[in-house]
Nanobody, 122 residues
Framework: QVQLVESGGGLVQPGGSLRLSCEAS????????IGWFRQAPGKEREGVSC????????YYLDSVKGRFTISRDNAKNTVYLQMNSLKPEDTAVYYC???????????????WGQGTQVTVSS
């Protein structure tokens, strides 16, 4: 059974850090691009970052560039999103999803995890 499980969310103060994990089971992540998305209350889901399967190219939403870093550990079948200098506007449910390539279109991504809540508040 193909499954993605996100973890690592929580409550953090502004300026703090969190590392999200997206662990795959039932398939090998090596051949897939992995995207991180987020959805804040009352807002549409948006793409945050993506890492390709071929050459490890990475892509970021402008508002998180320089603060977030996506990486993958194929041996652990896991993709990470290191989030530093967190801001209240980063508060959202974060999801990971798979596709064969990094795409700007959410609809291109197939398997999705259940999401993990990130709350940035003092």
């Amino acid at each position: 059974q193909v499954q993605l499980v996100e973890s690592g969310g929580g409550l953090v103060q502004p300026g703090g850090s969190l590392r999200l994990s997206c662990e795959a089971s039932g398939f090998t992540l090596d051949y897939y691009a992995i995207g991180w998305f987020r959805q804040a209350p009352g807002k549409e889901r948006e793409g945050v970052s993506c890492i390709s399967s071929s050459d490890g190219s990475t892509y970021y939403l402008d508002s998180v560039k320089g603060r977030f870093t996506i990486s993958r550990d194929n041996a652990k079948n896991t993709v990470y999103l290191q989030m530093n200098s967190l801001k209240p506007e980063d508060t959202a449910v974060y999801y990971c999803a798979t596709n064969y390539y990094c795409s700007a279109y959410e609809a291109d991504f197939e398997s999705w995890g259940q999401g993990t809540q990130v709350t940035v508040s003092s």
